[in-house]
C-alpha cells in the first residue's frame, strides 16, 4: 500500500481556491521520515487502535494509578473472600465466575480473590518486564550489530557467529536452568524485585540477536553509502560517521523491531511465570494465574479466560501497532 | 557433499560442548558469584535436611570443592569415555556417552532420557505436519488472492493465533472442548507401538493446539515470501515465455519461498525436539521438557544438564537435516 504524497491536506476542502493554496503552501514543504509515517500510520485504523490501547495500558500501569483503580473498583489483590466460593468445591457462587459491580472480573476459585486487581497488578508485572527487557535487547544488540556491521573482519565474523549459537540454544530451556538457580537475595534486591531483575535481564539477553541480526545488515548496507563515503572523504572520524550518519538511519528498524520485540518478550515472561519459575505467588502475575488454573480449568473456566484474555488483548495490541509501524515505515514491506 | 557433512558435524560438537559449558556455568558460577558455599551447594543438591554423610557424598562425587573448570574436563570425559562411580558400597559403571545419574533418585540420566523422548517426539512430529501444511497453504492462497475477503479473514486469524500463548489456548480447549463438551477423549500419551489408535485420538488436541501457533506464524511468514516472490524479474520471464499460471506459481515462485521457511522449520522442529516445555506442561504430558521442569525444581544438575545436550544435540541434527535438504528445494545452493 503505497501512498501518494499529498498534495493537500486531508482537511481541506476541495474548493478550487483551497486547492491552489493548499499546492502552494506543500510544494516548497519537504518532509521528514518522521513526518511521511505518521501521514501514514495516521490512516491505518487497526494500528492506531493498537497504539491506543498500549496507552492506555501503559497509563494503568503507572505508579499510584493502578493502586487507585483498584481503590475505586476492586478489593487488594491479595485479600480473601472466601464467603463468595463454595466451600466444597471451592468454585465462585456467581454466575460468570462471580462477576458483579464490586468484583468485576469474578473472584478466584478457593481463596476468592479479586481478579480485577489481581489482573490489573499483573498487567504492570507484564509490562514492566516486557519494557525493559527489550530495553536491554536493543541496546545490547545495537551496539553489536553496529559494530560487526561497521567494522567487518573477524569482529563481524565473531559476532555473527555468537548471534548463531544464541539462535540455536534451547532458550527456553536455559531461561529455566538461570532463574531456578538465583539466590533469594543479591546485594539491594530481593523476593520478587530480585526475580524481575533476573527476568528482565535473561529475556533481554537471549533475545538480542533477533535485533542484532537486523541491524548488522542495516549497518553492512550504510556502511557503503555514498554520504557515508562523503563524510569520510571530508575527514570524520568512525566515532562521527556512526553516531552521526549511520546510528540516525537506524532509528526507523530500531523503532519497528523493538515494537515487535515487546509483545513476544510480554509471552516470554508470562511463559516463565506460567512455568512457576517466573513472579513468585502471591505477587500476582498473567503467567502465574494461568498456572493455578491448571488445576481448576474444568470447574472454574473463567480463571483461564480472563488472565488468558489480557495477555491475548496486549500482545496483539502491540503487534498490530508494530505492524502498522512497520509498514508506515518501511512501504516495500506490504 | 561429504566435505560439507563433516565440517557441519564438527561444529555440531562445538556448539554441543559450548551448550554444556553454558549449563555447567550456569548451576555452578552463578550461586558462586551469589556468594553459595560448595558446602551449601551440595546441601542444596541433596534434597531436604541431609546427613553429613550424604553432603560429603555429594561433594566427593561432584568434585565441588575442584575448580569448575576441572569438574567440566570429568563430565565431558565420562560422557566421551563412560565413567566408573565408587558409591562406597558398590561400583557402578556408566558407559558412554554417560550422563550420570541423577541427584534425586539415582537413576541413570540417559534412561530417563531416552524413556521421555518418544513422548516429545509425537508432540513435535504430529504437530510439525500439521502446521506445515496448513501455514503454508494458507499463506499461499493468500498471497495468490491478496486483498479478498479469504486474505484478511486470513491474516486476521494469524495476527491473532500469533498472539495467543499456548497455555492459554491449551487450557482453553481443555475446559471446553474435553471437559464440558465432550468433543474429544482426554489428552494422554500412550506409546504408538501400543495402540495407534490411543495414541493418536490422545495426542489429537497438543496437536491442533501447538500447530494452530505456529501455523499462523508460517502463513504470515509464507504469504510475505511469496508476495516478494511473485514480485521478482525471473517470475515475470517465466509468464512471458508462455509457462501456465500453475507451473509458475508451484516450480518458481513456491520453491523460492520455501527455502527461508525452511531454514526456519528446522530451527522450531529442533527446538519443540528438545523440550515442547509449554504443550507439555500444559497438558502434562511427561515428555523432555517436563523433566528438564522437574530437574530445574529439584536441583538436580544431571538431568538438566542431560535433557538440554539432548535438546542441543535435536537443534543441531534438524538443522543438518535442513542444510542437506535446501539442494533438493533451491538448486542455486547444490554442495559440491
Known amino acids: ?122 498487567a504492570r508485572v507484564s509490562m514492566l518486564v516486557g519494557l525493559l527487557a527489550t530495553l536491554v535487547s536493543v541496546v545490547i544488540g545495537t551496539v553489536l550489530g553496529v559494530i560487526a556491521g561497521f567494522f567487518g573482519g573477524w569482529v563481524d565474523t565473531l559476532i555473527a557467529r555468537t548471534m548463531d549459537v544464541f539462535l540455536a540454544f534451547p532458550l527456553l530451556l536455559f531461561s529455566i536452568a538461570l532463574v531456578g538457580v538465583i539466590p533469594n537475595e543479591w546485594g539491594p534486591l530481593d523476593g520478587n524485585n530480585l526475580r524481575m531483575a533476573v527476568l528482565v535481564f535473561i529475556i533481554g539477553f537471549f533475545n538480542w540477536p533477533y535485533i542484532g541480526r537486523i541491524i548488522r545488515g542495516q549497518t553492512l548496507s550504510l556502511r557503503e553509502r555514498e554520504f557515508v563515503d562523503a563524510a569520510r572523504s571530508l575527514g570524520a572520524r568512525n566515532s562521527y560517521i556512526i553516531f552521526r550518519e549511520i546510528l540516525p538511519n537506524l532509528v526507523a528498524p530500531i523503532l519497528v523491531y523493538a515494537t515487535l520485540l515487546i509483545p513476544t518478550n510480554i509471552l516470554f515472561e508470562a511463559a516463565l511465570s506460567f512455568l512457576g519459575v517466573g513472579i513468585n505467588p502471591p505477587k500476582p502475575s498473567w503467567g502465574g494465574m494461568l498456572t493455578s488454573a491448571t488445576s481448576l480449568y474444568s470447574v472454574a473456566p473463567h480463571f483461564v479466560i480472563v488472565p488468558g484474555l489480557a495477555i491475548f488483548v496486549t500482545v496483539l495490541a502491540f503487534n498490530l501497532f508494530g505492524d502498522g509501524l512497520r509498514d508506515a515505515l518501511d512501504p516495500r514491506a506490504r | ?169 491449551g487450557l482453553l480447549s481443555l475446559a471446553f472442548i474435553v471437559y464440558k463438551w465432550e468433543l474429544l477423549p482426554a489428552v494422554n500419551y500412550v506409546p504408538l507401538t501400543e495402540n495407534p489408535a490411543k495414541w493418536f485420538s490422545g495426542l489429537i488436541l497438543p496437536w491442533v493446539t501447538l500447530a494452530f501457533l505456529y501455523a499462523a506464524l508460517y502463513a504470515r511468514l509464507t504469504r510475505a515470501g511469496m508476495l516478494e516472490t511473485l514480485n521478482e524479474d525471473y517470475i515475470r520471464t517465466a509468464r512471458a515465455k508462455g509457462l501456465s499460471e500453475r507451473t509458475v506459481i508451484t516450480k518458481h515462485a513456491l520453491r523460492a519461498t520455501l527455502t527461508p521457511i525452511l531454514t526456519i522449520f528446522g530451527l522450531d522442529l529442533g527446538l519443540l525436539l528438545g523440550g515442547a516445555i509449554l504443550t507439555e506442561r500444559t497438558f502434562s504430558l511427561k515428555g523432555l521438557g517436563q523433566l528438564a521442569l522437574d530437574g530445574v525444581n529439584q536441583s538436580d544438575l544431571p538431568v538438566v544438564i542431560g535433557v538440554t545436550l539432548t535438546a542441543a544435540l535435536f537443534i543441531v541434527v534438524a538443522n543438518l537435516l535442513v542444510d542437506i535438504l535446501y539442494g533438493v528445494v533451491d538448486p542455486r545452493v547444490r554442495h559440491s
Open chain 1, 1 to 122: 500500500m503505497t501512498a501518494p504524497i499529498e498534495v493537500s491536506g486531508p482537511d481541506v476542502k476541495a474548493e478550487p481556491d483551497a486547492v491552489l493554496t493548499g499546492v502552494e503552501r506543500k510544494a516548497i514543504q519537504g518532509r521528514s521520515l518522521g513526518q511521511i509515517a505518521w501521514l501514514r500510520l495516521r490512516r491505518d485504523k487497526v494500528a492506531l487502535a493498537g497504539g491506543a490501547i498500549v496507552l492506555l495500558l501503559i497509563f494503568i500501569t503507572l505508579p499510584g494509578v493502578t493502586e487507585t483503580l483498584v481503590r475505586w473498583f476492586g478489593h487488594p489483590p491479595n485479600e480473601y473472600h472466601q464467603n463468595l466460593v463454595d466451600p466444597t468445591i471451592g468454585t465462585p457462587t456467581g454466575k460468570f465466575g462471580g462477576v458483579s459491580t464490586d468484583f468485576l472480573f469474578g473472584v478466584e476459585p478457593i481463596n476468592g480473590r479479586d481478579l480485577f486487581s489481581r489482573v490489573l497488578h499483573g
Open chain 2, 1 to 169: 557433499m561429504i566435505a560439507f557433512i563433516v565440517r557441519r558435524l564438527l561444529g555440531a560438537v562445538g556448539l554441543l560442548l559450548v551448550v554444556s559449558a553454558v549449563t555447567f556455568a550456569i548451576f555452578f558460577l552463578v550461586p558462586k558469584a551469589a556468594g553459595v558455599s560448595s558446602d551449601d551447594l551440595a546441601a542444596r543438591f541433596a534434597g531436604k535436611s541431609p546427613t553429613p554423610a550424604a553432603l560429603a557424598e555429594i561433594k566427593e562425587r561432584f568434585g565441588l570443592d575442584d575448580p569448575v573448570p576441572v569438574q567440566y574436563g570429568r563430565f565431558v570425559k565420562a560422557l566421551v569415555a563412560g565413567d566408573t562411580y565408587d558409591t562406597g558400597t558398590q561400583e557402578i559403571d556408566c558407559p558412554a556417552p554417560c550422563l550420570g545419574y541423577s541427584f534425586r533418585t539415582s537413576q541413570s540420566v540417559l534412561d530417563q532420557v531416552v524413556d521421555r523422548v518418544p513422548v516429545t517426539l509425537s508432540i513435535a512430529l504430529g504437530a510439525a505436519v500439521l502446521w506445515l501444511l496448513a501455514g503454508v497453504s494458507i499463506g499461499v492462497l493468500s498471497a495468490l488472492r491478496r486483498g479478498t475477503i479469504f486474505d484478511r479473514a486470513a491474516m486476521g486469524i494469524a495476527l491473532a493465533g500469533v498472539s495467543l500463548p499456548i497455555f492459554f489456548t
